[in-house]
């Protein structure tokens, strides 16, 4: 088991090691495998590269994130600047569904509200916001629709889960409770557990993943 002060070094050398990132202010501290960030990210997009590389790190149980973003110079964009650009982004994301959601701009910070039929569509919507310019936070208020049968949706997981070579399909359950879905047991790492709750939002008709599993110590 890899101690909390292990467990930092590896955060602070992933963050340093991820060209995305300036490292320079940022803070980090380990309480029992919990990792907190502090302190100040450049923009909403290295805020969120900052989160997935600890989330890489071997040892990590968990991550709060209060990173700030630094204010924008004199020239930062207006909020209706910053809405035609998530619009835009929406746009070249998914041409094809762009017009189900809408982006609502408030002091840098984006509410993006809609239905769509799909998980992956949501997080798609939300990945568009990390390159938007002056954009100081993202609230993904997007619902997911349910476009299947109910009872389809817990073999459709197991069967994903099975399929994986990264999920130990043996010590992760599922339970299926109309839309929502929830998860227990084991996994061996932040990224085996990630990939447990990505692979039961991309299930057609999952509304909500209810994640209770827990990363070994």
């Excluded at 100040?40 to 590389?53: P, T």
């Excluded at 790190?57 to 700030?68: R, Y």
């Excluded at 569509?121 to 349910?146: K, T, Y």
Aim: aromatic content about 4%; charged content about 30%.
């Amino acid at each position: 088991m890899k101690s909390d002060a292990d467990v930092k070094h590896d955060v602070d050398a992933e963050l340093k090691w991820n060209p995305q990132i300036d490292a320079t202010d940022i803070a980090t501290k380990v309480t029992n495998g919990a990792v907190a960030l502090s302190g100040y990210a450049r923009n909403y997009y290295e805020r969120h590269q900052a989160e997935l590389s600890v989330k890489r790190v071997a040892g990590v149980t968990a991550v709060a994130n209060d990173l700030l973003v630094k204010s924008a110079n004199p020239d930062k964009l207006t909020d209706p600047e910053i809405a035609r650009e998530a619009l835009s982004a929406l746009k070249m994301e998914l041409p094809a569904s762009w017009d189900k959601i809408r982006p609502m701009v408030r002091d840098g910070q984006v509410v993006l509200e809609g239905v769509v039929e799909w998980q992956y569509l949501r997080d798609r919507a939300e990945g568009a916001m990390h390159r938007v310019r002056g954009l100081r936070g993202v609230r993904n208020s997007i619902r997911v629709q349910p476009a299947i049968a109910a009872g389809e949706i817990k073999s459709r997981i197991e069967a994903a889960f099975r399929r994986s070579a990264v999920i130990d399909a043996d010590h992760v359950k599922v339970e299926v409770h109309g839309s929502e879905v929830r998860l227990t047991g084991e996994v061996r790492s932040w990224a085996e557990r990630e990939q447990a709750k990505q692979s039961a939002w991309s299930a057609p008709g999952v509304a909500n993943v209810v994640d209770d599993l827990t990363v070994r110590a």
